[in-house]
């Protein structure tokens, strides 16, 4: 699908699969008609690359961080016509975004950002304005996640994961990584991206109602044991966590020959995909760590891997401009999807399951339907 007129930085589908949210060094973010497959709405405010793009578990709003320094809350009630609120305050420019989950805020009126000066702030959307800033990192804030049990949890390049409270306490820091983090996954991700939304039942109607729903998918994942987080690093390896009970690792998995670029949970949470600049994807059991499984295929770096709903397939984009479905069972490429013409930068599989959409730096996102 033509449009950005730079390379697409960032696709992610809204919660309920129906709309895709993609965002461009054109300093754009498009709003894309899946039916007709052309962009219906083009959000400009920002001055420079749209880095990240994040949808509320309530599906309504989308929140887009920028090399400007600046985060932008576009809302659909609005049109999504000009930014709801622009959120000033960071001195260097948005590597993350995460929304509280909807159990603990139906509204979704708070975010938290992570930024290149060492920061993470978390914003009231209502009031527009920053509530806390919280310090501690020495150097950027790479990554960030807004666990179901309320806690904050970021990684660094300064090598440390920090586990903070809402209200900004530190909780404890977990150690153990030689080089720069990367990337978080909890095993609760995906119920915590999806919210409410269920695609075998009607949605919700009231917030209370989406509150209840929401409370119970997060809760059906996560068991009885407390939420899980992989850490992945460019000293090759991965680490498994509890953040909220130690500060002592589960497992250390190594296997990797080159950094560690991304690493997500199965919606199920049992299993753990990791990518590398090896060229690899490897298979982890995410309970333990265990390692289970090399995909190998790509002639470039990983630079992203997305599960299926059902957790039985994985993609992964790469510098080498393809896109690669593995099956989990049989643990071989299942699809080859070539067609871009540059390195794939960004690829999300909706939550419903049916399609996968991928960016690159051709300019182009393309809508591969399973």
């Known amino acids: 699908m033509q449009g950005h007129s730079e390379a697409v930085l960032s696709v992610q589908f809204s919660p309920d699969g129906s709309t895709l949210a993609s965002g461009s060094g054109d300093t754009t973010v498009r709003i894309w008609d899946l039916n007709t497959e052309t962009p219906e709405f083009t959000l400009k405010g920002h001055s420079n690359w749209v880095l990240v793009i994040n949808w509320s578990p309530c599906g309504q709003k989308i929140a887009s961080g920028g090399m400007d320094n600046e985060i932008k809350i576009w809302e659909q009630a609005s049109g999504w016509v000009k930014p709801k609120v622009t959120l ?104 915590l991206r999806c919210g409410p939304y269920d695609p075998l039942n009607p949605m919700p109607a009231t917030p209370e109602e989406k509150q209840k729903k929401a409370l119970e998918q997060y809760q059906k994942v996560l068991g009885n044991s407390p939420e899980r987080l992989v850490s992945a690093s460019d000293d090759f390896t991965l680490y498994l966590w509890t953040p909220s009970t130690a500060k002592k690792p589960i497992a250390r998995l190594t296997g990797h020959s080159q950094p560690v670029n991304l690493v997500s949970y199965s919606p ?9 600049f090896d060229k690899s994807i490897k298979l982890w059991d995410g309970v333990t760590g265990g390692f ?53 930068y960004a690829v999300d599989w909706s939550p419903d399951g049916m399609k996968v959409a991928s960016g690159s730096k051709d300019r182009l996102v393309k809508i591969w339907k399973s």
């Open 88 to 191: 000033k305050g960071h001195t260097k420019w948005i590597n993350a975004i995460a929304w509280e989950p909807i159990h603990r805020n139906p509204e979704c009126s708070r975010i938290a950002s992570a930024s290149k000066d060492g920061t993470i702030k978390i914003w009231d959307l209502k009031l527009g304005r920053c509530s806390l800033t919280i310090s501690g990192h020495a150097m950027s804030v790479t990554c960030l996640k807004w666990c179901g049990d309320g806690l904050l949890v970021s990684g660094s390049q300064d090598r440390s994961i920090r586990v903070f409270t809402d209200e900004g306490k530190l909780v404890r820091i977990l150690d153990g990584h030689g080089h720069w983090i990367n990337s978080l996954a909890l095993h609760t991700d995906y119920a």
């Open 268 to 276: 199920d949470g049992r299993y753990i995909a990791s990518a590398s």
């Open 292 to 344: 289970l499984a090399t995909f190998r295929g790509h002639v470039g770096s990983v630079y992203q891997v997305c599960w299926s709903a059902d957790s039985r397939l994985l993609v992964s984009g790469s510098k080498d401009s393809t896109l690669k479905v593995w099956d989990l069972k049989t643990k071989k490429l299942f699809l080859d999807l070539p067609g871009h013409a540059d390195e794939v």
